[in-house]
Nanobody
């Protein structure tokens, strides 16, 4: 069973930085595309950034130029470096993993972490 554990959240002032980590266990890490989502109070969960097994990245327009997603296959870890944080970045951030083979992904579904809180406030 694939498990995801996020860490690195916390309270930071506007303009500050945080780095989130997502450790993936129980599967072959290199066969998973990984994404970060976030959910603010009263809002739907939204996609923040994605990274494929071959390191192709994509970002939501709201974080482009400020956030960077990366992966370390040797450590089974995906990172989200967040710079220039704004109050509107406040949310619970979730890590998501999906198998690269569509049939396998359809059969197994997505895997989610428990989330880590990021609060941007002065």
């Amino acid at each position: 069973q694939v498990q995801l554990v996020e860490s690195g959240g916390g309270l930071v002032q506007p303009g500050g930085s945080l780095r989130l980590s997502c450790v993936v266990s129980g599967g072959t890490f290199s066969l998973y595309n990984v994404a970060w989502y976030r959910q603010a109070p009263g809002k739907q969960r939204a996609l923040v950034a994605t990274i494929t097994s071959d390191d192709t990245t994509n970002y939501a327009d709201t974080v482009k130029g400020r956030f960077t997603i990366s992966r370390d296959n040797a450590k089974n870890t995906v990172y989200l470096q967040m710079n220039g944080l704004k109050p509107e970045d406040t949310a619970v951030y979730y890590c998501n993993a999906r198998h690269t083979i569509p049939l396998v992904a359809a059969a197994r579904g997505d895997y989610w972490g428990q989330g880590t809180q990021v609060t941007v406030s002065s």
